[in-house]
């Protein structure tokens, strides 16, 4: 009888076939699409961003309000330990300044080879083109159903992935079945996309980028957020990875204030303000804030948006007046129309609440011998490979377990 079925060929699926064959386990693979690894292959714009510097605390701090379950995981199976499994099977890659690290290749490609070559090697089997459509329990084995066949396992490891892309197999069935075997399912929804505004005036402005944006998030509870990172303005919103990475802790409807400038606050911007009025009150509007590496495009718009000539003194704007332009700067009122779509979101935020898991094993709570790895878990991380490192993170944790 077969030990351990894996559902889903993405890279936590693999990882957890590996392990799991690794101790010597007869494990199975089973995919939908009728080739492995789809969503992988597009990760990075192609170029597969596997996994990122730091230390434990460090990249933790990157799974937003799940810090403590990350960590966990990590203690586990960290970056230092993907690194070395790479190097035992003389992989080729880089780590970039910004501490990212890519295939040599800068291929997804070749990181997904690796992975069906290993779990290969110790003697995995894959069955690609199955989709599953049911799961049970019967007795102390579970029973997999797919359009071509019903198979059997002590153990299921569901490695389905989340919404985005469905293409790719991503498709958010699994939950369904999931949620019909007794498990928890925190409401799904898509997450590390660009944000779409109401009312946006700032389309020609698209392609500006910015290194140190600053977003207020305010939502329904009016408890707000604040972070800082890089912004572009796009022909509809906002992108880049200050927006990307928190748009988990964005809805429609709510409220945002971007900082154009490299300031923590609008009180910091106003005292500069201030002084330079004082120091040297005859420096034109637009000399002054043209000190501050702010896009003159940006500065143009936003003083047009305030109707206020640029050619002023600093001597001659009132206190309301220029109250008014630090607002604009450091906390320009955006309304959120909406969150990028099911092929612009990058990674699933929801899925499988994790109150219901053993932390240590990936196994279910409620049902013993079935357990999850990857995107179907409700936590997720930021841009810079943190998503793919969970994935083989949680992966070996399950395939450990069994």
Do not use: W
Request: aromatic content about 10%; charged content about 25%; some cysteine.
């Amino acid at each position: 009888m077969i030990k351990t079925i894996v559902i889903g060929a993405g890279p936590a699926g693999i990882f957890a076939g590996i392990t799991s064959t690794k101790k010597g386990n007869k494990t199975i693979i089973l995919e939908g699409n009728k080739s492995p690894g789809k969503k992988l292959l597009i990760s990075g714009s192609g170029q597969c961003n596997f996994t990122h510097s730091g230390d434990l605390n460090e990249f933790s701090n990157h799974y937003g309000m799940r810090k403590k379950q990350a960590l966990r995981f990590l203690r586990k199976y960290d970056n230092k330990r993907f690194l070395e499994f790479l190097d035992d099977n003389k992989f080729q890659y880089f780590q970039r300044e910004d501490g990212k690290y890519f295939p040599k290749s800068k291929k997804s490609i070749d990181m997904l080879n690796l992975l069906l070559k290993v779990f290969n090697q110790h003697d995995g089997k894959m069955h690609t083109a199955q989709k599953v459509l049911e799961i049970a329990k019967v007795n102390d084995s579970f029973k997999v159903k797919t359009a071509e066949k019903v198979y059997s396992a002590e153990k299921v490891i569901i490695a389905s992935g989340g919404i985005t892309f469905p293409a790719t197999g991503s498709d958010g069935s699994m939950f369904t079945i999931i949620r019909k075997l007794g498990c928890r399912v925190n409401e799904p929804f898509f997450g590390l996309s660009p944000v779409y505004a109401e009312f946006f005036d700032l389309s020609e402005l698209a392609g500006i980028s910015f290194k140190k944006a600053g977003i207020k998030i305010i939502n329904d509870d009016q408890k707000s957020i604040r972070k800082k990172g890089e912004m572009l303005i796009t022909h509809k919103g906002f992108s880049g990875p200050l927006i990307i990475d928190n748009s988990r802790y964005m809805k429609k409807g709510c409220q945002l204030e971007i900082n154009f400038t490299g300031f923590d606050s609008s009180e910091t911007f106003n005292e500069q303000f201030i002084k330079h009025s004082e120091r040297n009150g005859k420096i034109l509007l637009k000399n002054f804030l043209g000190k501050f590496d702010l896009p003159r495009r940006l500065v143009e718009k936003l003083l047009k948006q305030n109707c206020i000539d640029e050619n002023t003194r600093l001597s001659q704007l009132n206190k309301i007046v220029r109250k008014q332009i630090v607002r604009s700067f450091t906390a320009y009122p955006v309304k959120v129309k909406k969150i990028g779509g099911i092929n612009e979101s990058m990674i699933t935020v929801g899925g499988i609440d994790l109150d219901d898991v053993n932390l240590s094993t990936m196994e279910s709570k409620s049902i013993r011998g079935l357990y999850f790895c990857g995107e179907v878990l409700d936590i997720d991380g930021d841009t810079g490979g943190y998503n793919i490192q969970l994935a083989i993170s949680t992966g070996f944790i399950a395939g450990n377990a069994q």
